[in-house]
């Protein structure tokens, strides 16, 4: 099925640990995103790429770095955990300068750091 | 700051009644979109109103945008128990701001 595949759905990490959140779409977009949810607050943006090969900082990059690795993936890199990164991670994508154009969200990864 | 607002933040509603959200941000903005999001799913594209437009409707749903207020609302006819979901907007300054409020929880009692 078309869509904005994440992995993984669920990680709990240690304070100080490292992981990559990966993100796959098949839709041939060349936006993409990663947002953090945290309860009672909307979705806020971390970084985006807005095309193949450049990446630019949201509104809460601290402590995350991003790799658009090609068109279709976009992965999200914490170096050193802390527990204010808990939260539901989602990746996204669009078309390009097509703000009239929705966004494509995966399902999200679930992460909680100890 | 966060741009979009929605109002209220819960609503329970008898399945069959209408369910009304609100959305209030504070720039200006080139369109206003509108997700759904279940329990534990990512969020999903529900419709898209553009700043130059009033009224908008998709099946069962209806946004309306008044831009003098800076507020949206979505309406939802005929509610059914499969529409309970949050529903967040999302209001679009141009680039890549797009700004998603906290959402309304709606519950659909069947």
């Known amino acids: 099925n078309a869509g904005v595949t994440q992995t993984p759905k669920f990680q709990v990490l240690k304070t100080g640990q490292s992981m990559t959140l990966q993100c796959a779409q098949d839709?041939?977009?060349?936006?993409m995103y990663w947002y953090r949810q945290d309860p009672g607050m909307g979705l806020r943006l971390i970084y985006y790429?807005?095309?193949?090969?450049?990446?630019d900082k949201g509104e809460v990059p601290n402590g995350y770095n991003v790799s658009r690795l090609n068109k279709r993936e976009f992965s999200l890199r914490l170096e050193s955990a802390a527990p204010s990164q808990t939260s539901v991670y989602f990746c996204?994508?669009?078309?390009?300068?097509?703000?009239?154009?929705?966004?494509?969200f995966g399902s999200g990864t679930r992460l909680t750091v100890v | 700051s966060q741009q979009g607002e929605e109002d209220p933040q819960a609503l329970s509603i008898q399945e069959g009644e209408n369910a009304t959200m609100n959305c209030s941000y504070k720039?200006?903005?080139?369109?206003l979109q509108w997700y759904r999001q279940n329990s534990g799913r990512g969020l999903v594209h529900l419709i898209l109103?553009?700043?130059?437009?009033r009224e908008k409707h998709s099946g069962r749903l209806r946004v309306t945008l008044d831009t003098s207020k800076k507020s949206s609302s979505l309406l939802i006819t005929a509610s059914r128990a499969a529409d309970t979901a949050s529903y967040f907007c999302?209001?679009?300054?141009?680039?890549?701001?797009?700004?998603f409020g906290a959402g309304t929880r709606l519950f659909v009692k069947a």
């Open positions: 109103i553009r700043s130059n437009e």
């Open positions: 790429s807005a095309s193949e090969g450049t990446t």
């Open positions: 999302a209001t679009v300054k141009g680039g890549f701001k797009t700004i």
């Open positions: 839709m041939n977009h060349n936006s």
């Open positions: 720039t200006s903005i080139n369109n």
């Open positions: 996204a994508s669009s078309e390009l300068d097509r703000d009239d154009y929705g966004y494509t």
